[in-house]
């Protein structure tokens, strides 16, 4: 999508776009009706996910990686700071 812009001249580099786009983001999420506009693009973009199926029940994802962990052992899980020694 950025260089798409940029191709099409909307914008001279990706760095002029990232900083108008920065630039425009701060100034939404000063104004409550631009903090709420954010808002429900995040949640429109979340049900478009769920709906192309690529959402993960939760449960699932921790019980996954609880079962990896317990493969590859305490030495290489990272949340009883085994691995730092």
Known sequence: MVLKRVREEF?????????????????????ADGKREILKYKLQAGIDDEEAGKMADADEVFRSLKNRSAENGPEHNPADGAGDR
């Open 11 to 31: 914008y001279h580099s990706a760095d002029d776009l990232l900083a108008t786009a920065l630039h425009v983001l701060t100034w939404a999420e000063g104004r």
